[in-house]
T-cell receptor
Framework: DAKTTQPPSMDCAEGRAANLPCNHS???????VYWYRQIHSQGPQYIIH???NNETNEMASLIITEDRKSSTLILPHATLRDTAVYYC?????????FGAGTRLTVKP | SAVISQKPSRDICQRGTSLTIQCQVD?????MFWYRQQPGQSLTLIAT?????????ESGFVIDKFPISRPNLTFSTLTVSNMSPEDSSIYLC?????????????FGDGTRLSIL
């Protein structure tokens, strides 16, 4: 799995877009970029994943650079319930390796 | 996505004892994994539970300490043996439907284990 680098923490105002960056410069061609989040005392929750193209679902959007060395997870209208640790993972199949993630705090 | 149930959700155990954690999925899945999350830390993969064969352990984890069973495509157990306070962690089960990279894993809510 690719090594990923994320900022340890970020703040976002409620109702604004939260943009969480991730560097994965060593990602290989067959590895997908996955995003999960973990709210205190719960198991990680799958958010979104992509290979090359940008992706959007009901939770978030994933923007992957053309060279695939970095990506950004966008929560379009952050709410207080989006406060969590967000993990970016490069995965080519099977097991997943979690880094330290970004602790996002959404403030009123 | 699959619904994953772990039992027990939490437990407090005496050192030297063993505890078996169960993971039940509401549908057949290809792959099942066990993770550990130590206090304030990220998740660390313990092993991949293989149906009908021995689990595949990550570096630093051994079968004698963390025996794993997977008798079918919907159920797995993880035993934490001869527990010490250092084993106090959250243990999480996850599942996915494929070997290739295009299948997300889904996690249970974990078993919070405290060793006295």
């Amino acid at each position: 799995d690719a090594k990923t680098t994320q900022p340890p923490s970020m703040d976002c105002a409620e109702g604004r877009a939260a943009n969480l960056p991730c560097n994965h410069s060593t990602i290989s061609g067959n590895e997908y970029v996955y995003w999960y989040r973990q709210i205190h005392s719960q198991g990680p929750q799958y958010i979104i994943h992509g290979l090359k193209n940008n992706e959007t679902n009901e939770m978030a959007s994933l923007i992957i650079t053309e060279d695939r060395k970095s990506s950004t997870l966008i929560l379009p209208h952050a709410t207080l319930r989006d406060t969590a640790v967000y993990y970016c993972i490069g995965d080519g199949g099977g097991d997943m390796r979690f880094g330290a993630g970004t602790r996002l705090t959404v403030k009123p | 996505s699959a619904v994953i149930s772990q039992k027990p959700s939490r437990d407090i155990c005496q050192r030297g004892t063993s505890l078996t954690i169960q993971c039940q999925v509401d549908s057949q899945v290809t792959m099942m994994f066990w993770y550990r999350q130590q206090p304030g830390q990220s998740l660390t993969l313990i092993a991949t539970a293989n149906q009908g064969s021995e689990a595949t352990y990550e570096s630093g984890f051994v079968i004698d300490k963390f025996p794993i069973s997977r008798p079918n495509l919907t159920f797995s157990t993880l035993t934490v043996s001869n527990m010490s306070p250092e084993d106090s962690s959250i243990y999480l089960c996850s599942v996915s439907d494929g070997f290739l990279g295009n299948q997300p894993q889904h996690f249970g809510d974990g078993t919070r284990l405290s060793i006295l």
